[in-house]
């Protein structure tokens, strides 16, 4: 699920969700979201519980894992408005003059956000994994990306190109696109149906085993045979990195908010001191 949407809330819900997808026998699950007002990227690497136990009884230790599925999550919104205009939807919100503060306080609160929050899901690619992906996949329109966290904050929308005849035995390419007319994409991925498959690892993960017994215990979930555990790919956060992302987040949030009333309450004591001023040095002159 996405990670904005806090489904760790729902640890009954969201446990459904993963059994449900990962034993339906769907053999390349691709999940696609949105509502969230923004483009991100995400992966969950995910193992079953019995395999799990037994890999632990037989003493495989904290590091390497039993064979494993990735799930796959592109959110794409939104084309009315997104954290890079606006959070609201309010017709107000994209007019000036109120449109120069929501603007700038949403991309900036988000963009911090993104920065600092301990958001693992979300996948992060390098400028060898753009290389090495315009090596394997055919030409696309406007193929582009970029590398670091896969996020965008701008107006945008998915295009899910998928090849069924290529060496690696099928692939899928997602782009995410602005809204600027014949202009590359601000995102892109691309993942072979073994991949999704969990047959040919995927690239990047960096969770351990530890980090699946943590989630399992963490929700204390009744987890049977067959039974999925899913984690973020890059491991689950220290609760240090929770708690300093949070508290940088309130104090981003208190600067945004309270700033414009800080800037009129400057600007009025400034008018009234000028004021002042003016008005001492005309009983001067008189």
């Known amino acids: 699920g996405n990670i904005i949407e806090e489904w760790s809330k729902f640890p009954e819900a969201r446990q459904l969700l993963y059994d449900t997808i990962l034993n339906s026998g769907v053999k390349s699950p691709l ?161 072979t149906f073994d991949q999704l498959s969990g047959i040919v690892d995927l690239p990047g993960m960096t969770a351990n085993a530890q980090d699946f017994l943590t989630s399992r215990s963490k929700f204390n979930l009744p987890l049977e045979n067959d039974e999925w555990i899913c984690v973020p790919h890059r491991g689950l956060p220290s609760l240090h990195h929770e708690y300093a992302a949070n508290i940088i987040m309130f104090f981003t949030f208190c600067t945004l908010f309270f700033m414009p009333h800080a800037v009129i309450i400057s600007l009025l004591w400034w008018i009234r001191r000028w004021w002042s001023r003016k008005r001492k040095s005309r009983n001067i002159m008189k």
Not at 59 to 70: A, E, I, S, V, Y
């Open 31 to 191: 999940l696609v979201s949105g509502d969230v007002h923004m483009a991100q990227i995400l992966r969950k690497d995910c193992v079953r519980a019995m395999h799990l136990e037994d890999y632990v009884d037989n003493g495989g230790g904290t590091t390497d894992l039993p064979p494993k599925r990735p799930l796959v999550e592109v959110t794409t919104s939104g084309m009315t408005h997104s954290w890079g205009t606006s959070f609201s939807s309010q017709p107000k919100n994209h007019k000036l003059p109120l449109k120069l503060y929501t603007y700038f306080v949403s991309y900036i609160f988000m963009s911090v956000a993104h920065l600092v929050c301990p958001w693992n899901d979300l996948e992060i690619q390098t400028a060898n994994d753009i290389e090495h992906r315009s090596k394997q996949s055919q030409p696309v329109t406007r193929k582009a990306g970029r590398a670091g966290k896969q996020f965008y904050l701008g107006l945008n929308f998915a295009d899910f190109e998928f090849d069924f005849d290529t060496p690696d035995g099928g692939a899928v390419t997602v782009s995410i696109f602005g809204i600027e007319d014949d202009a590359p994409s601000k995102l892109q991925t691309r993942w």
